[in-house]
């Protein structure tokens, strides 16, 4: 397993978190790996803190997103990090925010860290089956209308589409 020396004291607290979770994967939680494509092959375009294949075969991409990440002052996601999770997101990947200043607030409680990341993993994977669903509609030709779409950036740095009629 291999390493880099930028991995974090956070990253490896995020990392410990996940191992410690009660749930079953298909492919144990692994740090700093390299990203791969819907055809399953490595392509090395990306490199994700902690990635983990769900029992159900879903793969998560579990970033522990540190100050760097977020735009000043605002709070915002950065350009560069909000193309990651884009990108990820077209790789097949279900993107697992881990924001600093939230983990802080726990305070090192082991228990209330792995609450957390279950809420975060339930709300990533909600997400990812409501957007799939969306576009599996879009696809279909559903939608009789196009559609434009603006994004909102939340206090989080969320992005939020907002959709509107043409």
Same mark, same amino acid.
């Given at each position: /397993? ?13 990392? %410990? %978190? ?6 079953? =994967?298909? /492919? !144990?939680?692994?740090? /700093? !790996?390299?990203? +791969? ?7 090395? %375009?990306?490199? #994700?803190?902690? @990635?983990?294949? *769900?029992?159900?075969?879903? =793969?998560?991409? #579990? /970033? ?6 977020? +735009? ?5 996601? *950065?350009? &560069?990090?909000?193309?990651?999770? $884009?990108?990820?997101?077209? +790789?097949?990947y279900v993107v697992v925010s881990v924001p600093y200043f939230e983990w802080n607030k726990l305070r090192g409680d082991a228990h209330q860290r792995q609450q957390y990341l279950r809420r975060l993993m339930k709300q990533a994977l909600q997400?990812?089956? @409501? ?13 009789? $209308? &196009? !559609? ?5 950036? *939340?206090?989080?740095?969320?992005? +939020? $589409?907002?959709?509107?009629? %043409?």
């Amino acid at each position: /397993e291999q390493q880099s020396e930028s991995v974090t004291r956070f990253q490896k607290s995020v990392y %410990a %978190a996940v191992q410690q979770l009660p749930m079953q =994967w298909s /492919e !144990q939680p692994a740090m /700093e !790996q390299l990203s +791969r494509g819907r055809d399953g092959q490595e392509d090395g %375009a990306l490199l #994700i803190d902690i @990635t983990a294949k *769900t029992a159900e075969g879903v =793969w998560l991409a #579990i /970033e522990a997103d540190g100050p760097d990440h977020y +735009r000043q002052p605002d709070g915002a996601l *950065t350009g &560069p990090t909000q193309y990651r999770n $884009r990108a990820l997101a077209a +790789r097949g990947y279900v993107v697992v925010s881990v924001p600093y200043f939230e983990w802080n607030k726990l305070r090192g409680d082991a228990h209330q860290r792995q609450q957390y990341l279950r809420r975060l993993m339930k709300q990533a994977l909600q997400q990812a089956s @409501t957007n799939s669903a969306a576009a599996a509609g879009s696809s279909a030709g559903q939608q009789s $209308r &196009p !559609q434009l779409s603006s994004g909102v950036t *939340t206090s989080s740095g969320r992005v +939020r $589409r907002i959709r509107k009629a %043409a």
